[in-house]
């Protein structure tokens, strides 16, 4: 896993400026953040595959502070939509 | 969860979290009819055909460094694919009660100035689909 220093103004996949972000990006998006000045590449970065994409959803940090996770449907119920569905 | 107040949607453009600048944001996916109808019917019968997905999202411009332009202008020339992200509530975690809709998309056109005397600097995007996930539901 590659790591950037997220520079700003935006969040970066969930990354506050000045925090570090450990993605695979692909080489095209590299170049677009980098360009922009959004990310600065951390030594001991690898080259990714091209055409790799990292869907996984940013890391959901907790706002509140109280270890909580803030979505109270755990997803256990009979109605409850299967995981990852389409539509 | 019941019915709710979009207050908090969370909006990432290329992995860059643009919440704070958006004022709208809509999830289409519209798919063909495609006619199927036989001799004999009295009504017609509709068959479900190619899917389509476009999320347009409100935007307020902003020319600062990193910002909304900075984001959205090299993926509008580049014409390179880009994940577009969009989830009711930005501070819950994704779950069944706050699903999170992703797209592979590109950007076809892109408009960096619009509005009157007076108004904010406001523009919509429409991002469009470009691969065949489509727009993804993503719960857990």
Same mark, same amino acid.
């Given at each position: 896993m590659n790591s950037y220093k997220v520079l700003g103004p935006k969040a970066i996949y969930g990354v506050e400026p000045g925090d570090t972000l450990e993605r695979d990006l692909s080489p095209e998006q590299e170049e677009r953040l980098v360009a922009r000045g959004a990310i600065e590449p951390l030594e001991g970065n690898v080259p990714v595959e091209?055409?790799?994409?990292?869907?996984t959803p940013p890391t959901f940090t907790d706002? *509140?502070?109280?270890?909580? *996770? #803030? #979505?109270?449907?755990?997803?256990?119920?009979? *109605?409850s939509p299967e995981e990852g569905a389409s539509l | 969860m019941g019915k709710f107040v979009l207050k908090d949607v969370f909006v990432e453009v290329d992995g860059t979290d643009l919440s704070n600048m958006a004022s709208s944001a809509t999830i289409g996916q519209p798919a063909d009819e495609v006619e199927a109808t036989g001799y004999g019917s009295d009504y017609r019968e509709l068959l479900q055909g190619l899917k389509d997905g476009t999320i347009t999202v409100a935007f307020f411009q902003d020319f600062a460094n990193g910002s909304v332009h900075d984001v959205l202008n090299p993926l509008y020339e580049s014409g390179d694919t880009f994940d577009i992200v969009i989830r009711p509530v930005k501070s819950t975690a994704v779950g069944p009660t706050n699903p999170e809709f992703q797209m592979t998309a590109r950007l076809f056109?892109?408009?960096?100035l619009a509005g009157g005397v007076g108004e904010a600097a406001t523009f919509d995007a429409a991002f469009r689909n470009a691969s065949q996930d489509g727009i993804t539901v993503v719960t857990a």
């Open positions: 091209a055409g790799t994409v990292d869907r706002p *509140d502070g109280d270890g909580e *996770d #803030n #979505n109270t449907n755990d997803g256990t119920g009979e *109605d | 056109d892109y408009s960096p």
